[in-house]
């Protein structure tokens, strides 16, 4: 049996969970990787403030001098979360040759090579399997078990309170609105939503997975990003009746004209195994030449999955005091980021019933190269009213650019009253 | 980079595939892991049949003793299958200090534990990523990734073939029959069957799962084992109107009661995540106490998928020669093995259409201890005819030893005239 002393940086809801691990699982650890993990120290802010787990005298601290300055502390876990202070904290813990495992997808997704050229500098790791998509090991997966693929596409629902307000409006009819709202009363969301709702987090979360993927930079800045906030229930409702789901989608492909990485909602279809992850449920879905199609899913947050997550990296740490840095295998920026992708598209407009509506709005489509594949025009006046009406499209694939300046076009027909919403579809 | 040399025993269809990814994706697997693979020797049984890969000179050979004897040869991939002379091979291998790489279920499953402690004696190591669901690195995710969870559940589709029959006779309409000539015609199924549909696959499969997954023995003989055989259209449209998928789960529980181990077609609900796999797809889904539900999809089978996980060992032995072994932390039988699990049950019988038939079979069920949870009569004459009608149960969880002897009770009431079939029911 081996002891090894290990620090947290932060005690909030992951910290917990991943010292609850620590101490209820010690036996099953032991068994299977001979190891008694020893937590010596933890940082907080307020050493007095009332906590739900009881740590032993002397554990709790205030001092980052306390833990930098141990040299029995070979391991720290980082659980503060967001760009600073977290980044210069584990920055310090990498110079001081500290094996740092952190969750924290913002500092790994901007500053990750950085600071694996640091750890490597100093003998020690950086390991972040809880960074992305929880307790799956999605990670670990792509860097261990499918090293001899070439990987052509991931495709992912890696944003949990997301999936979750989508999952409602679809199942319960309900808004964007008040689904929010039901997913910030269960905690699902936090009061300020917008690093979920507007794609952030699942933002940085693909700029990790497909660098890894890809062996290449995918930088924050190269990624496309669209969030939920304008999908309404009516745009659900078409999906359902046309045999597709809406989520939102983080998709990263590599092609001949290079890689191609964007967030944002999209339009699955009801066979496809993503589909049918509900609720707050992650799922990232991999394509290799030699696994074909594989999908992992799971709980993609919350205490006791992302802390398991976090303690099964700290063993791997444990057995491997001088490196295994996950992204060893990323090279800055070698293959060009395009950002003219090709997908096939939903659109729904609202129009004037009148004659030769169609025919106008088609043409826009056709000038621009976008080909169609569906049409659902639903009439209720006779063809001549001042009445609207709603009027669907689902493209063949299209490029970007071309979808935009269809639209575009089509924004200046006189009887588009709106263009209500254009989704992504994926296959 | 670091030139390894290996070879192969065997090269069928997984053989082919592995030989193929080295050759291809070459470039990644040095960029990944620093490693450049070379197999210089493959054995086969005649070394001038005609083949698709044609083989550098000198490579082929059909003497063992030019793979044991060569110490240039660190690892060995085994590809024979089947149970002898693959263990003797490998066996012999291990004794000679070189690492294993293997996809043979049944070798593993029968003799996994003995040749680990032999592995070990020698200083070499057994990996078998490649025997249980392809290309899924379900056996790697158990034992470095979910190391810190109590996991109390395994369900899994682990046979492609047999989900491959039940995919058509739901999607299709099709009987048992043509749907297994069909997976034969596509070369999914084996001219003798009966591996696959009977059950013995996804045994040896669940066997070792559940050993690794509750770091205990579960021997083939400690598992109950059903194949689909008897499966009908009927019992399948029954399943789909009730809400449910049948499918062919291996099922590995630990309780209070000790550990039940079992292959057998199974009621899944529609929303449950292993519902939506279809054709010659595997998952597998687990619970842990700190992860929660998680599952794992991919091919389970195939040259490419399987030679995956194959490549991805081989570069794991390379990585870490002295070791490895996958079932280091297994105990031999250190757990009880329960046959007397609980689950509930859809039954389906034919009874004559006579007033009272219902009140004898539910004095039956109640006897021992058996309650009702759905029943569905469609009665079709006037409840005094000469016809039979179909008559359906799904019950609340019962125990296996009560629900057997009620329906020994029910095959002697007298208007009962077949007790068509009994399905296990899983949440």
Redesign the interface.
């Given at each position: 049996m081996e002891r090894v002393n290990i620090a947290f940086l932060g005690f909030g809801t992951v910290g917990t969970?991943a010292y609850k691990?620590?101490c209820?699982?010690g036996d099953?650890?032991l068994?299977?990787?001979g190891i008694r993990l020893n937590v010596v120290k933890v940082l907080v802010g307020n050493i007095h403030k009332k906590r739900s787990i009881c740590l032993p005298e002397g554990v709790l601290t205030d001092r980052f001098e306390d833990i930098i300055e141990d040299d029995s502390i070979r391991i720290v876990a980082e659980f503060i979360g967001g760009e600073y202070p977290a980044k210069n904290y584990i920055e310090q813990c990498l110079r001081k040759g500290k094996t740092v495992v952190t969750a924290n997808k913002e500092v790994i997704a901007k500053h990750g090579l950085y600071l694996t050229k640091l750890a490597k500098e100093h003998g020690c790791g950086l390991l972040f399997?809880a960074s992305s998509v929880g307790?799956?090991?999605v990670i670990?997966?792509i860097?261990?078990?499918?090293?001899?693929?070439?990987i052509s596409k991931i495709m992912g629902i890696i944003n949990g309170t997301t999936n979750y307000i989508l999952t409602k409006m679809a199942e319960e009819d309900l808004s964007f609105e008040t689904a929010l709202q039901q997913a910030q009363d269960l905690g699902y969301a936090e009061p300020d939503p917008t690093a979920d709702v507007e794609g952030y987090d699942a933002l940085y979360k693909l700029s990790i997975l497909s660098s890894l993927a890809f062996?290449t930079q995918v930088r924050v800045e190269d990624i496309y990003r669209e969030g939920i906030t304008k999908i309404s229930k009516e745009d659900i409702q078409y999906a359902k009746e046309l045999g597709y789901a809406v989520k939102l989608a983080a998709i990263a492909k590599k092609t001949e004209d290079g890689i191609e990485a964007r967030v944002h909602p999209t339009f699955i279809p009801e066979?496809h195994?993503l589909a049918?992850?509900?609720d707050s449920?992650n799922a990232v879905f991999i394509n290799?030449?030699?696994?074909?199609?594989?999908?992992?899913?799971?709980?993609g947050a919350?205490d006791?999955?992302t802390?398991?997550?976090i303690?099964?990296d700290i063993?791997?740490a444990c057995q491997n005091p001088c490196g295994g840095n996950f992204l060893d295998?990323v090279k800055s920026n070698s293959i060009r980021v395009t950002d003219n992708w090709k997908t096939a598209f939903f659109i729904r407009m609202t129009v004037m019933d009148k004659p030769a509506v169609l025919h106008a709005i088609s043409g826009c489509f056709a000038r621009h190269n976008v080909s169609l594949w569906t049409v659902v025009q639903k009439g209720s006046g006779d063809g001549h009213s001042k009445k609207t009406v709603p009027l669907i499209f689902i493209t063949h694939e299209a490029e970007e650019r071309e979808m935009r300046a269809a639209l575009e076009d089509i924004a200046n027909v006189k009887e588009v009253t709106e263009i209500n919403c254009c989704i992504r579809v994926e296959k």
């Open positions: 969970g691990i620590i209820n699982n099953t650890i068994n299977s990787d399997e307790a799956v090991p670990r997966i860097r261990e078990s499918l090293q001899a693929n070439k062996q066979k195994p049918s992850v509900r449920f290799g030449d030699a696994i074909g199609e594989m999908m992992f899913y799971g709980q919350g006791m999955p802390g398991s997550a303690v099964s063993l791997h295998v």
